[in-house]
C-alpha cells in the first residue's frame, strides 16, 4: 500500500502541475488568436489586395489603326491579323538558354532577342518578333515546356497592301523608341505601342492611333489565364483619306522605274497631292513588320539612299527651271517688256569671264517667249545683270523657294535662295556680282526641291493663287462614323499682275510647242512647262556641259520638267526629276506627258463609284 | 459529472465522450472539406485525394475504437515492444526508405507508403506513461536522464532522415511528460543551465543536420518579402491566403491563392491557410476554438485519470497534438519558420491520421477506465 499513497502523491503532484500546462496551452492559442485577428482583420485589406495583384494581370489592348484610302477610296493600308512573339519576363528564368534554344523554332537572331531583353527591367512583356509565321508559331507551342515565359500573341499588323508603292508618303508604323517614350508628345502613350514613325503614317498619327482597350485577367500561379474579370474595349483609329490618286502614283513611280528621282502632281487650284513618287523606294511592310537590327543598319547604309523622301527632301539646283521666276521678276520689276528683244550670240562676257549659252552659235534675236521657248542662257544672263541678287531672292522667296511648303510629311527641306546678305553671314564673303549671273540660270548656291518646284508650277497655272500641298483630304470618324472633310487650306494671292503670268504662259507653251521640250507635246491635252538641267557642279571633274554623255553616271546632270496642262484652264501641276539624267526636254519632259494624259483620260473616263 | 452518471453510462457513451468524438469529427470534416475544395479544381488523375483523405479517416476511426476499447494497462505493459520495433522501422527507413525532396521519411508497403516517425509517437507517449507509472523515480538521474536516453534515439533517428519538424515534436512531447512529472528544483536548475550552455554545440549541430531547403526556409522567416519568388515563397503567399481571407472568407472553392496555386501543398502542410482563406476570421476562429475545447477535454481526462499511467499517458497525447496544431498555425501565420509540420487531423496524410486518431482513442481510453478499479 505504500507504493500505491505515493502513487497517489506522484498522481497528485502531476494533477497540480497539470494547470500550468494548459495556461501554457491556452496563451499559445490566444496567441494565434490574435496572429489571426492581425492577418485577417487588421491587416485583411492589405493583403486582400496583395492577393488580387498575385492573380490579376492587365493586358493592353491594342485598336485596330485607322485604315488609310486614297482620293477615290482605294485602301492604301490596312491592317492583318498576325502572330507577335513576346517574352514575360517574370516567367523567364534561364535567358541564356531561352535565348539559345528560341532560333531553332523562330527565324531570329539570338544577339536580337538579346539585344531587346538587356534593355528592359525584369518585369512585363517584351515584343521579341511581329508577324512570325503560323509554322513557327505552331513550333513554339509544341515546344512549350522548353520555352517558359514565351507568348504569342494574335494582334494586328500594318499593311500596305500596294508595297513599294506611296511607300514615302504612306511611311511605316513600328514600335514606340526609348527616346520617344521620353518625348512629351507621346506622354500618353505606353511602352510597346505601335506608332506611325514615318510618313503620313508619323504625321497624322493622333488620327490613326485610337485609344488603347484593357483587359483584366485571373490568371493562376504558372500565369495560365483563368477567367476575365474586366474588359475595356480597344477604340479604333479614324480613317484618313488621302488626296492621292493611287493610279497616278504607281503610274509616277512606275515611269521612274529604276531611276533616282522624283515625281510630284498637284492640283493647281487647292494644293491636293495628286501623286508624291520618289525613287528608289522601299516596301514599307519589311519595315512595319520589325525589321531586324542588321537589315534596318544595311537599309539606312543603302548608298542610293531609299529612305529619303527625293521630292521633299531632295534639294537640287533648278537649273533652267528657275527662269520661270526670272521671267516673272523681270516683269514686274520692268526692267525688260515681254515684247524687247536681245541679241544671243551665245556668250556673256562678264569681266574678266564668259558666260556660255548651252547653243554653241546662240539664238540670235531673242524675246521673252522665245527665251523661255528655247531657254536661252544669254537673255537670263543679261536680265539677272541688270536685277540684281535681290530682287531675284525676292521673287523666288515669293514664290515658295528657300521655305518649306508644309505640306504634312516628315523631314521636308526647304532648299536655299542665297542673297549678299545670306553670303556674308553664312560664308562671311560679300556676294560677287557674277554670281548673280549663275543664279540667272538656276544654277550656284540655289536649290529647291521638286515640291517647291511643283507649287511654283501651280502659281503659275493658277494665275498666282499659293496653295500649301495638301495630303489629307477627309477622316472617317470612328466615334460617330461620320465622313469629315479637311477644310482646304487658305490660299494667297500673289500680288503680281495677270499680264505678267500670261507672258510666262505663252513662254512655257512655246517650250512644249516649238521649244526645248517637244517631247511633251500631246494630241490630247495642251501642256505648257520648262525644262532644266541641273549641274551637279561639285562633283564634276571638269565643267564642260558638252560632255555629259561620256561622263560616268554619278556626274551627269539632273534632268528637270516643270509642267502644268492644259494650258487654257489648269487641272494639274506636275514636277518631274530624274537624277543624272542630264537634259529635261529628253529625260524628264516625256514623263510628264504621260502622267498628264492619264491624269486628262481620268477626268473623262467616268470613275468608279467608291467615296 | 457524478459518479452516478459513470456507472450508469460505463458500457456505452456518455455526454462528454459525445461531444470528444463531436469535436473530433467536426475538425476531420473541415480538413476533408478543405482538402475537397484545394484538390477538386486541379486537374486530379485517379482517386480524388479527398476520399483518400476519407477513407483514412475510416481507418483512423476504426483505430480510435480499438484504442479506446484495449485497457491502456494492458497495452502499457507492450510499450517498450513497441517503442523497439518504431526504433526498428526508423532504422529502415534510413536504410532503405523512399526518399522525397532529399528526405527519408517514408517506407512503401503494398500501395501504401507508412511514415515510421509518426508511428513512433504513440509508442513513445506509452513508453514514457509506462515507465513514470511503473515506480516513483526518484533522483534526478532516474526522473529524467534514464527517460530521455529513450527518447534520444528516436529523436535522432528522426532528424537524421532529415524531418526537423517531427523530431522537434518527439522532443516536445518528453518535454511536456517531463515538465508535468515534475523536477526536484536543484536538478531541473542543473538541466537547464546545461541546456543553456550546450545551446550553441546543439544548435550547430542542428544547423549542419539540416539540408539545404531546411535552412532556407529558417533564414528566409527573417524577412520573407526580401524575395518573394523564392524563398520566402511558401510562408508570404500562405499570408495572403490567411489575411486576404478577412472576416467572412472567400466561400469554398472561392480562394484565389489556393485554387489557382499560388499557395503550394494546399493540402498537407499549409491547409490552415486554405481553410482559413475561405471560411475567413469567423472559421479559423471556431476552428482553433475546436482545437481548443479539444485540448481542454484532453487535460481534463488527465486531471481525472486514476492513475500516473493514464495521466501522463493523456498528458503526452495532448502535447502531440497540440504541438502540431501551434507549429503549424505559426507557421502558416508566419508566426514560425516552415519546417513542415502538418496540422493534426486536417493535413493530408495517412500515417499522421491513424496515429493521431489512435492517441486520441487512447485519451478516451484513459476517461473510460478511471472508475474501473473501484
Not at chain 1, 528655247?374 to 541678287?389: P, T, W
Not at chain 1, 537624277?579 to 514623263?591: I, K, R, T
Not at chain 2, 483514412?56 to 497495452?75: Q, T
Request: proline share 5%; aromatic share 8%.
Amino acid at each position: 500500500m505504500l507504493d500505491t499513497s505515493r502513487q497517489a502523491n506522484e498522481l497528485a503532484d502531476i494533477q497540480n502541475r497539470l494547470i500550468f500546462v494548459k495556461v501554457g496551452f491556452l496563451m499559445l492559442l490566444v496567441l494565434l488568436g490574435l496572429r489571426l485577428w492581425q492577418l485577417q482583420i487588421r491587416d485583411g485589406l492589405f493583403y486582400q489586395d496583395l492577393a488580387r495583384d498575385n492573380r490579376t494581370r492587365s493586358i493592353v489592348l491594342e485598336p485596330a489603326r485607322g485604315l488609310l484610302y486614297d482620293r477615290n477610296g482605294e485602301l492604301l493600308a490596312n491592317n492583318i491579323p498576325s502572330f507577335q512573339l513576346y517574352i514575360s519576363l517574370e516567367d523567364v528564368q534561364d535567358r541564356e538558354g531561352l535565348i539559345a534554344r528560341l532560333p531553332q523554332y523562330v527565324d531570329i537572331d539570338g544577339q536580337d532577342i538579346s539585344d531587346k531583353l538587356s534593355k528592359k527591367s525584369r518585369r512585363g512583356r517584351v515584343k521579341i518578333k511581329a508577324g512570325i509565321t503560323l509554322k513557327e508559331a505552331a513550333l513554339i507551342e509544341s515546344h512549350r515546356i522548353e520555352l517558359p515565359g514565351v507568348v504569342i500573341q494574335p494582334e494586328y499588323q500594318r499593311h500596305y497592301p500596294l508595297k513599294t508603292y506611296a511607300a514615302h508618303v504612306l511611311g511605316y508604323v513600328g514600335e514606340i523608341s526609348e527616346s520617344q517614350l521620353k518625348d512629351p508628345e507621346f506622354s500618353n502613350l505606353q511602352q510597346g505601342r505601335i506608332i506611325g514613325q514615318y510618313g503620313v503614317e508619323r504625321t497624322f498619327d493622333k488620327y490613326l492611333l485610337g485609344e488603347t482597350g484593357e483587359e483584366v485577367i485571373e490568371v493562376d500561379a504558372l500565369g495560365y489565364p483563368k477567367r476575365s474579370l474586366s474588359v475595356q474595349r480597344p477604340l479604333a483609329g479614324d480613317d484618313l483619306y488621302l488626296t492621292l490618286d493611287i493610279r497616278l502614283q504607281r503610274l509616277a513611280e512606275d515611269l521612274l522605274g529604276e531611276e533616282a528621282g522624283a515625281i510630284v502632281a498637284l492640283d493647281p487650284w487647292n494644293g491636293d497631292v495628286l501623286a508624291l513618287a520618289s525613287k528608289p523606294g522601299f516596301n514599307p511592310n519589311d519595315v512595319s513588320g520589325g525589321i531586324s537590327a542588321k537589315d534596318w543598319q544595311q537599309f539606312l547604309q543603302d548608298t542610293r539612299h531609299p529612305l529619303t523622301n527625293r521630292a521633299i527632301q531632295g534639294q537640287y539646283p533648278p537649273g533652267s527651271v528657275f527662269k520661270i521666276i526670272m521671267a516673272a521678276a523681270l516683269l514686274e520689276t520692268q526692267t525688260l517688256s515681254a515684247q524687247e528683244s536681245i541679241p544671243c550670240h551665245g556668250t556673256f562676257p562678264f569681266g574678266k569671264r564668259v558666260f556660255r549659252d548651252w547653243k554653241a552659235g546662240g539664238h540670235g534675236q531673242v524675246d521673252l517667249t522665245k527665251a523661255i521657248a528655247e531657254s536661252c542662257d544669254v537673255y537670263f544672263y543679261k536680265a539677272g545683270n541688270q536685277l540684281g541678287i535681290e530682287p531675284i531672292a525676292t521673287y523666288a522667296r515669293q514664290f515658295g523657294l528657300g521655305g518649306k511648303t508644309g505640306i504634312a510629311l516628315p523631314s521636308e527641306r526647304s532648299g536655299l535662295v542665297p542673297s549678299s546678305e545670306w553670303k556674308r553671314k553664312v560664308k562671311r564673303e560679300p556676294w560677287y556680282p557674277g554670281e548673280t549671273i549663275s543664279i540667272s540660270i538656276g544654277q550656284g548656291f540655289l536649290t529647291v526641291t521638286p515640291i517647291q518646284m511643283a507649287k511654283v508650277a501651280s502659281i503659275v497655272a493658277t494665275n498666282g493663287r499659293v496653295v500649301q500641298p495638301r495630303l489629307f483630304k477627309a477622316s472617317r470618324l470612328r466615334r460617330t462614323g461620320n465622313l469629315k472633310e479637311e477644310p482646304e487650306p487658305p490660299i494667297q494671292q500673289l500680288a503680281m499682275s495677270p499680264k505678267t503670268f500670261a507672258h510666262i504662259k505663252e513662254g512655257l507653251a512655246a517650250v512644249v510647242t516649238k521649244g526645248t521640250a517637244q517631247r511633251a507635246k500631246s494630241d490630247m491635252v495642251s501642256i505648257a512647262g520648262k525644262t532644266g538641267t541641273a549641274q551637279v557642279v561639285a562633283l564634276k571633274p571638269d565643267g564642260d556641259k558638252d560632255k555629259n554623255k561620256e561622263l560616268q553616271k554619278e556626274f551627269r546632270d539632273h534632268a528637270w520638267f516643270v509642267a502644268f496642262a492644259p494650258v487654257e484652264h489648269p487641272k494639274i501641276a506636275v514636277v518631274v526629276l530624274v537624277e543624272h539624267m542630264g537634259h529635261g526636254g529628253s529625260a524628264s519632259a516625256p514623263l510628264a506627258k504621260t502622267l498628264i494624259e492619264a491624269y486628262m483620260s481620268f477626268q473623262t473616263t467616268p470613275q468608279e463609284p467608291s467615296l | 459529472m457524478s459518479l452516478m452518471n459513470d456507472n450508469v453510462n460505463r458500457r456505452g457513451l456518455d455526454t462528454f465522450d459525445w461531444c470528444f468524438l463531436g469535436v473530433i469529427m467536426a475538425i476531420l470534416s473541415a480538413g476533408i472539406l478543405s482538402i475537397y475544395s484545394v484538390t477538386n479544381s486541379h486537374s486530379t488523375t485517379g482517386f480524388p485525394i479527398y476520399l483518400k483523405q476519407a477513407t483514412w479517416m475510416v481507418v483512423g476511426l476504426l483505430a480510435f475504437l480499438v484504442a479506446a476499447g484495449i485497457d491502456y494497462h494492458k497495452l502499457a505493459r507492450f510499450s517498450y515492444l513497441l517503442y523497439g520495433i518504431g526504433l526498428i522501422l526508423l532504422i529502415i527507413v534510413l536504410v532503405g526508405g523512399k526518399a522525397s525532396r532529399g528526405a527519408q521519411r517514408w517506407i512503401p508497403l503494398g500501395p501504401f507508403v507508412v511514415q515510421p516517425s509518426e508511428f513512433i509517437k504513440v509508442p513513445l507517449i506509452l513508453t514514457l506513461a509506462a515507465y513514470y507509472g511503473a515506480t516513483s523515480r526518484e533522483g534526478w538521474v532516474r526522473r529524467l536522464i534514464v527517460p530521455g536516453l529513450i527518447v534520444l534515439p528516436g529523436f535522432l533517428l528522426i532528424l537524421k532522415q532529415p524531418d526537423l519538424g517531427s523530431s522537434l515534436g518527439f522532443l516536445a512531447i518528453f518535454l511536456v511528460v517531463v515538465l508535468t512529472v515534475g523536477m526536484k528544483s536543484k536538478a531541473f536548475g542543473f538541466v537547464i543551465l546545461a541546456a543553456l550552455m550546450l545551446f550553441p554545440f546543439a544548435w550547430g549541430g542542428v544547423w549542419g543536420s539540416l539540408h539545404g531547403y531546411q535552412q532556407d526556409r529558417i533564414l528566409s522567416f527573417v524577412d520573407p518579402n526580401s524575395d518573394p519568388g523564392g524563398k520566402g515563397y511558401h510562408g508570404l503567399q500562405s499570408r495572403i491566403a490567411i489575411g486576404s481571407g478577412q472576416l467572412l472568407g472567400k466561400g469554398l472553392h472561392g480562394g484565389t491563392q489556393t485554387q489557382f496555386r499560388f499557395l503550394p501543398e494546399g493540402h498537407t502542410d499549409f491547409v490552415f491557410a486554405v481553410f482559413a482563406e475561405e471560411s475567413g476570421f469567423i472559421g479559423s476562429i471556431v476552428l482553433l476554438s475546436l482545437y481548443i475545447i479539444l485540448f481542454l477535454m484532453g487535460l481534463e481526462i488527465a486531471l481525472k485519470a486514476k492513475d500516473v499511467v493514464g495521466a501522463l499517458l493523456a498528458v503526452g497525447v495532448v502535447a502531440m497534438i497540440a504541438f502540431g496544431v501551434v507549429v503549424n498555425i505559426a507557421m502558416t501565420s508566419g508566426l514560425a519558420p516552415v519546417v513542415g509540420i502538418p496540422l493534426p487531423l486536417m493535413s493530408y496524410g495517412g500515417s499522421a491520421m491513424v496515429v493521431n486518431l489512435t492517441a486520441l482513442g487512447l485519451l478516451l481510453n484513459v476517461k473510460r477506465r478511471r472508475l474501473s478499479l473501484l
